[in-house]
């Protein structure tokens, strides 16, 4: 069974930065892409971003130039980097991998 744990959430004004960390651990067999969603309030949950186990990264196009994704292999565990932060950002950010999902971090920013 796989856990993931994600990190780093908060209030942030607009075009702040912050950085989500997402720990898996458990029996990690899978080898699908681990990904972040975006779920804004009120509204469904939407990939923002991923990365393959090659390293390959896919973004949404709202979050290109902005976002960047990365993982730390040897630590089982993928980050969201978050510049230039806008309002439409504000919601919870779930991490994904395969059929297992975290719990979620919140991320408000303000005007």
């Known amino acids: 069974q796989v856990r993931l744990e994600e990190s780093g959430g908060g209030l942030v004004q607009a075009g702040g930065s912050l950085r989500l960390s997402c720990a898996a651990s458990?029996?990690?067999?899978?080898?699908?892409?681990m990904v972040w969603y975006h779920q804004p309030p009120g509204k469904q949950r939407d990939m923002v971003a991923a990365i393959t186990e090659g390293g390959t990264t896919h973004y949404a196009e709202h979050v290109k130039g902005r976002f960047t994704i990365s993982r730390d292999g040897a630590k089982n565990t993928v980050f969201l980097q978050m510049n230039s932060l806008k309002s439409d950002d504000t919601g919870v950010y779930y991490c994904?991998?395969?059929?297992?999902w975290g719990q979620g971090t919140q991320v408000t920013v303000s005007p």
């Open positions: 994904n991998l395969g059929k297992a």
């Open positions: 458990g029996e990690i067999f899978v080898t699908a892409p």
